[in-house]
């Protein structure tokens, strides 16, 4: 896997970097990117895959990539990315594994339910991970027995 800088843009309160990922596989398939680090945040603006990534491929795909690209974006000599920790990764609040980490996915869920919110973007918000990394920590407090099935069996 490979990550280098496209281009930088700098403005008055700070500066807009895109990279390119390359990710080759042992088989001759690539997976090309292009990330862009603003205000914190790091996100992907475009993926090409020879040949197409199935669903399943796409969604672990910011897993594959996170840590080198983070180590990257986190080297940019430009004004340095908000909440980072030394190591170059972002900060992410502690969140329990476990069928710890999924009572309290489920408490999370059903409060922002109870309040009339968005109970998956609230589970994002709380553990700082992914709507898809998310949506399986839910999946997971169903399967455990937290949350009611999604759907009724007949």
């Given at each position: 896997?490979?990550?280098?800088?496209?281009?930088?843009?700098?403005?008055e309160?700070?500066?807009?970097?895109?990279?390119?990922?390359?990710?080759?596989?042992?088989?001759?398939?690539?997976?090309?990117?292009?990330?862009?680090?603003?205000?914190?945040?790091?996100?992907?603006?475009?993926v090409?895959?020879?040949?197409?990534l199935?669903?399943?491929?796409?969604?672990?795909?910011?897993?594959?990539?996170?840590?080198?690209?983070?180590?990257?974006?986190?080297?940019?000599?430009?004004?340095?990315?908000?909440?980072?920790?030394?190591?170059?990764?972002?900060?992410?609040?502690?969140?329990?594994?476990?069928?710890?980490?999924?009572?309290?996915?489920?408490q999370?869920?059903r409060?922002?339910?109870h309040?009339?919110?968005?109970?998956?973007l609230a589970?994002?918000?709380?553990?700082?991970?992914?709507r898809?990394?998310?949506?399986r920590?839910?999946?997971?407090?169903?399967?455990?027995?937290f949350?009611?099935?999604?759907?009724?069996?007949?």
């Amino acid at each position: 896997m490979s990550v280098w800088p496209a281009w930088e843009v700098r403005e008055e309160s700070g500066a807009t970097a895109w990279f390119h990922v390359r990710l080759d596989f042992a088989d001759g398939a690539r997976v090309d990117a292009l990330a862009v680090a603003a205000d914190g945040l790091v996100n992907l603006e475009d993926v090409q895959a020879r040949p197409a990534l199935s669903l399943d491929d796409l969604a672990v795909f910011a897993d594959w990539i996170e840590e080198p690209l983070f180590s990257v974006c986190g080297g940019v000599a430009t004004e340095p990315l908000q909440g980072e920790p030394t190591g170059g990764r972002r900060a992410r609040p502690a969140w329990p594994r476990g069928i710890e980490g999924s009572r309290l996915v489920a408490q999370e869920y059903r409060a922002a339910q109870h309040e009339g919110l968005d109970p998956v973007l609230a589970v994002m918000c709380a553990t700082g991970h992914s709507r898809r990394r998310s949506l399986r920590l839910i999946a997971q407090a169903r399967d455990a027995g937290f949350l009611t099935p999604r759907h009724a069996r007949r």
